[in-house]
């Protein structure tokens, strides 16, 4: 568990007493959902739970939980997701592995995933304590899955608990939102995650966290990667548009991860527009420069469209039909807004 996730823990211990059937842990990408919700997931399936509510680590059910094949236990996630460790910095990985076969792994949670379930809830538990479900991200289940989970979670199978984990609230049905208890996990401040990511050794931290809008995993996988380059061309583009530009920089950009993109760009325009109504920045100080000659020349109703289409165009981002054709038409709306 991460420093910043303390206080939660200790408020989630408060609903041991009268458990839920259905918790859905929500908050912004990167801070550690899954993983929080793995070490919840051991501490209710442990025989011998610490004072502090955690798993005692020593007996037979926590040493199936380490190696992955605990009877009581089922992780539901994205193909996309398999490949990676069991308890990944977080649940909103924009990319999984690449699978080994041609076709891509799936990204979303499907209904067959959802189906698997009902053998394992319809059967007596091994050691006669709770069964546990694990899914994540929740907004990656598909319509049919969707509506296969709310028929589970309208009625319970007794002695099974459900954790999900969501990034985006808004992107999942009210009807499973009623069903399940929603618990918070917020960003940590920046002085946190700030000294939690230099305790990793991550060199230049306040930049990658800023980068990541304070998101620490976040942050911590970008600088572990160690490449800045599709960013920069974006970033570089994003200061001084033009229609040569845009479609130079689509070009150079048409293999990087378009959520990446679409997001990067929606923080730029809010650096621009807290830079003009504040004198501020929050996520590109490197380029405050550039930024405040932008906010200086650029309209508010211009500015304020072209964060409008960059919203819209998050939404569609996960499925375009061309990748080149889609950056493409990011970049030339952005210069129609702020050349």
Known sequence: M??????AWS??????ERLPHAIL???????????????FAQALLCENVRADGHACEACASCGWFAQNNHPDYRRVRP???????????????????KSKSAKAPSKEIKIEQIRALADFMNISTHRQ????????????????????????????PPGTVFLLASNSLDRLLPTILSRCRKFALPMPSHAEALAWLKEQGVADADSWLREQGGAPLAALME?????????EALLHFLAAPSVDGALRTAEKLAKASLPALVAWQQRWLYDVFSMKLSGK?????????????????????SL????????????????????????????????????
Not at 2 to 7: A, I, K, R, T, V
């Open 11 to 16: 408020r989630l211990q408060q609903m041991r």
């Open 304 to 339: 304020n469209r072209a964060i409008k289409a960059a919203n819209e165009r998050r939404a569609v981002a996960d499925h375009p039909l061309s990748a080149k054709l889609f950056v493409e038409d990011m970049l030339l709306e952005y210069t129609s807004c702020c050349a």
């Open 25 to 39: 842990f929500h908050g912004p990408a990167g801070v550690g959902k899954a993983d929080f919700m793995e070490t």
């Open 79 to 97: 193909e996309a997701l398999e490949d990676e460790p069991a308890t990944e910095g977080d649940e909103g990985a924009e990319t999984g592995s």
């Open 129 to 156: 304590g709770l069964r546990v479900v694990v899914l994540y991200p929740a907004e990656a289940l598909n319509m049919p899955a969707s509506n296969a989970l709310l028929k589970t979670l309208e009625e319970p």
């Open 281 to 301: 920045v929050r996520y590109y100080p490197r380029y405050q420069k550039e930024l405040a000659a932008l906010s200086g020349r650029v309209h508010t109703a």
């Open 223 to 231: 600088a572990e990667g160690g490449n800045r380059e599709d960013m």
């Open 2 to 7: 991460y420093p910043w996730q303390q206080s």
